[in-house]
């Protein structure tokens, strides 16, 4: 295993100080897991609270900021924060608005944010909590009863993070967070494995022209393992299957997503091949996203996600934004 890290047991918190280091706009509590915006809560606006295991950054801590999260919990690689640093991070962003909790659909993410948002009731906050679940690939999984919750978080986050900075009610935001999750679908594919640090070895193993078609975010087992294919036929694989749940048609939001080993050069190969299919199912792509976004470690793949958009889902999507991986209009 070669790793630019410290130690296996450090690689989280020497992350974050890198974190901390590298983005003034952020405070990172290295010690309980935590990064929130520098400015603090903001007085009367929702706030906006994620977080999931570490390994699939700039998930979620990159998405902190302005139009975005107000904070976000870092787990351990792969695992899924502690309730205590949920409640840490919404008494944080707590600004008398009430919280939203925006939760991938990981059966430990999913009761861990449960019992922090019952602890948060205690304590008088104000909590709604929305499950992301929009990949399409397998029902269950390894780790998930019913659908994963993958690229459509990014959406989740930007959208209902735009609204939330006009001072939106909590409700409001939860519905808008809940609309663009129903309407958005998730397909992805892995050239490769990648390794978690505490193991040493990857997760799965692929021949050399094996991959995987439907994959997880953590190496999870997708639909089928196949031949190495033409990334047209790939990007048809994937479309087959968002089409399946999603009409491709009018005005969409697409995403194709590295999963953190994969060339952008390939990426953009990727981004082409599904652009031309969907333009012959008679879909228009209004707004899209080509890069790293929500990573498996070193994983080589990529993965799709589309949104179909209404005016006031693109009028938020264009909304300014102001965080480390994803900034516009400002």
Known sequence: MKKLINSVDSVVTDAL???????????????????????GRTPGKVGLVSGGGSGHEPLHGGFVGYGMLDAACPGEVFTSPVPDQMLLATKAVSGGAGVLHIVKNYTGDVLNFQLAAELADDESIE????????????QDSLYTAGR?????????????GAL??????????????????????SFGVALSSCIVPAAGKPTFELGDSEIELGI???????????????ASELAAVALDA?????????????????????????????????ARNIAARGGRIARNL?????????????????????????????????????????
């Open 290 to 330: 080509v890069g790293n976004y929500i990573t498996s470690l070193e994983m080589q793949g990529f993965s799709v996600t589309v949104c179909g958009l209404t005016d006031q889902l693109t009028r938020l999507w264009d909304a300014p934004v102001d965080t480390p991986a994803l900034r516009w209009g400002r």
């Open 127 to 138: 909590v709604a909590s929305v499950v992301i679940d929009d990949d399409v690939a397998v």
């Open 216 to 230: 997880g975010i953590h190496g999870e087992p997708g639909r089928t393992r196949g031949p190495m294919r033409p």
């Open 242 to 274: 968002i089409a399946a749940d999603l009409p491709l048609d009018g005005e969409l939001l697409v995403m194709v997503n590295g999963m953190g080993g994969t060339p952008l050069i390939e990426l953009y190969v990727m981004y082409e091949e599904v």
């Open 148 to 160: 994963r919750g993958v690229g459509a978080t990014v959406f989740v986050e930007k959208i209902a």
């Open 164 to 185: 939330a900075e006009e001072g939106a009610s909590l409700d409001a935001v939860a519905a808008m967070a809940r609309e663009v999750n129903e309407r958005s679908r």
């Open 17 to 39: 100080r890198g974190v901390a280091a590298a983005h003034p706009s952020l405070t990172v509590d290295v010690e309980n897991k935590v990064i929130t915006r520098a400015g």
